[in-house]
Nanobody, 124 residues
Framework: VQLQASGGGVVRAGGSLRLSCVAS??????????MGWYRQAPGDQRELVAV??????????TYADAVKDRFIISRDRVKHAAYLQMNNLEVGDTAEYYC??????????????WGQGTLVTVSS
C-alpha cells in the first residue's frame, strides 16, 4: 500500500488550499475502513484533522474542533482517494499534513498506513 499526498504550499491567512491523497493498493480483496488527514506542527504531537471512519453501522466523519466549519473532507471510493479542502486558513494551521488510511487486506488483516507529509505554511 502506498499513500501519495499532494497539495501543500504557502498561502496567506484567509486563503485556501486543497490536499489530495490517493491510495495504491495491491490485493484481490480489501476494504478501506478509514481514511483522512492528520497534521504535526514543529514541537507538537501528530493530531487528527479530519478522518472518515467506516464500520458495520455506516460511515462517519470526525473533525478536529480547530478546523470545523473551515475544512471539508471528501472521498472518492472508486479511486481510493481522500481530499481536504482547507478554507479560511489560519497561521495556526501551519504544519506537515499526513494522509492516513486503515485498510483491511485479505490475508493481511487491518493495518495503518501513512503517506509522506505535505507541508502547509500559512503566513500572516
Amino acid at each position: 500500500v502506498q499513500l501519495q499526498a499532494s497539495g501543500g504550499g504557502v498561502v496567506r491567512a484567509g486563503g485556501s488550499l486543497r490536499l489530495s491523497c490517493v491510495a495504491s493498493i495491491s490485493g484481490n480483496f480489501f476494504f478501506v475502513t478509514s481514511m483522512g488527514w492528520y497534521r504535526q506542527a514543529p514541537g507538537d504531537q501528530r493530531e487528527l484533522v479530519a478522518v472518515y471512519f467506516t464500520n458495520e453501522s455506516g460511515e462517519r466523519i470526525t473533525y478536529a474542533d480547530a478546523v470545523k466549519d473551515r475544512f471539508i473532507i471528501s472521498r472518492d471510493r472508486v479511486k481510493h482517494a481522500a481530499y481536504l479542502q482547507m478554507n479560511n486558513l489560519e497561521v495556526g494551521d501551519t504544519a506537515e499534513y499526513y494522509c492516513y488510511a486503515n485498510i483491511w487486506i485479505q490475508g493481511t488483516g487491518p493495518e495503518e498506513y501513512w503517506g509522506q507529509g505535505t507541508l502547509v505554511t500559512v503566513s500572516s
